[in-house]
Each structure stands twice: as C-alpha cells, then as structure tokens.
C-alpha cells in the first residue's frame, strides 16, 4: 500500500515543529526536509533543519519544477522538495510535511488525498506567550507572527482534521489515532480488499 502524505500545518507559535519531532521519535514517518531562504539560526545545520538556498538557487528550482509546493513566508521563501517525498510514498512510507498554511492549501490542490492537519493552541494568550518565549524573534517579527497566527486560525476548515496542543503527547496520540484511521479509509483501501479472495489484509492496516 502507498504511504500517507500527512500535511501538519497552523499558526506560528502553535507547536507543529515540537509535535512533529515527538512523532518522530517513536515512529518510522518520513519527514521532508524543506528547502529555505531565511538565515539559519543557531544550531541549526543545513540539510538537517532545512536545505538553507540563496534566493538565486531557490528560483532555479522552481524553474526546474523541484517543489510540490512553495510560498513565501514572513520575507523568505520555504519550499518542499518534491521527489523525493513521492518516492517515499510510492515505497510505503508515511511522509510528513510540517508547513505553513498557503503551501497546505496548495498540497492540497495537486495532491487532494494528503492528510490535512491543523495544529491549534490551547487559546490565544497562550499561542502569545509561546511566541514571545522564542527568544530568535525581533520584536518586530513576533508582532507580525502573532497579528498572522491570529488571521490564520480561520483556515482551519479547509483541512481535515483540527488538534488543539494542550500538551505535546496529547496532541501526538491523537494524530496516531488520525492515522490509524486513515489507513482503514475504504477509499484508500477498498481496491486490496476487492482483490484479495482471502479477505481483508489484516498487516497492512494494522503494521
Ligand atoms: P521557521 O522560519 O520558523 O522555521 O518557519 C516559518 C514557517 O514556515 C513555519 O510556519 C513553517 O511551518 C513554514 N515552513 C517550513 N517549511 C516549509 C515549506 O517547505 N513550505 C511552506 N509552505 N512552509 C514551510
């Protein structure tokens, strides 16, 4: 069976980055490692956090057609390199893109079966605080996080399923239990069933 693409995106400031690193320790995900134009922060290492590009080489690979998807975000652009995350989907794995909101939507567009999920804070003053309490911000860049984290709850109806992260490992066991759910999604599993003479193919929805 293909892989899920599972898209984890919301505002700044609502934990998609720490959730998606506690699904990686415990779980065989994929993660794409997108590609950017914004300076790296400390500690962070090219090729592992992102492929960080000069807007030069950036624009040669949307030339090339190399991302699924693409948008410019507070200044810089961010992009999710495209062929090797449809490969680990054909080999069955399940890929996670951890995304701003304009490039789920666009996923959404080419790849409509991906798995939409919005990341929400417990409430505002709470996605405030976390913003704040990141210390790489310039006071002018937490002001326009939090004005556009606040826009940006509004999109959340265009995805499928919406996690409020009061607390990381609440909000990771819900999206196991997301994606328990998809695999057994009649749509995406009906064909091996139809198939299959035996019966249903257990492994494959359970593994
Ligand atoms: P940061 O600069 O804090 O690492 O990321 C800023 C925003 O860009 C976050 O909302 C993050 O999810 C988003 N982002 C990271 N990689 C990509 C990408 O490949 N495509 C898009 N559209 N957004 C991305």
Redesign the pocket.
């Known amino acids: 069976m293909k892989g899920l693409l599972i898209v984890i995106?919301g505002p700044?400031g609502a934990g998609?980055?720490t959730i998606c690193k506690a699904l990686l320790e415990e779980n065989d995900f994929w993660i794409?490692v997108?590609?950017?134009t914004?300076q790296p922060r400390a500690g962070e290492v090219d090729g592992a956090n992102?492929y960080f590009l000069t807007k030069e080489e950036f624009k040669k690979r949307i030339d090339y057609d190399d991302f699924l998807?693409?948008?410019e975000?507070?200044g810089?652009y961010?992009?999710?390199p495209k062929s090797n995350a449809l490969k680990a989907i054909e080999n069955g794995r399940d890929v996670i893109?951890?995304?701003?909101i304009?490039?789920?939507l666009k996923v959404k567009e080419s790849y409509p079966e991906g798995v939409f999920i919005f990341i929400l804070p417990p409430s505002m003053e709470e996605l405030k605080n976390r913003i704040i309490n990141r210390a790489s911000e310039t006071p002018e860049s937490l002001m326009t996080r939090f004005k556009s984290a606040y826009k940006e709850i509004n999109y959340v109806s265009k995805y499928n399923y919406a996690v409020v992260n009061d607390t990381v490992e609440e909000a990771v066991k819900k999206i196991h239990s997301i994606i328990v759910a998809e695999r057994c999604r009649v749509d995406r599993v009906k064909d091996k069933i139809l198939d299959s003479k035996e019966g249903i193919i257990h492994e494959q929805l359970y593994d």
Request: no cysteine.
């Open positions: 995106s700044s998609k980055g794409s997108s590609a950017t914004r992102y998807e693409y948008a975000v507070y810089n961010y992009g999710t893109l951890e995304i701003d304009q490039g789920a």
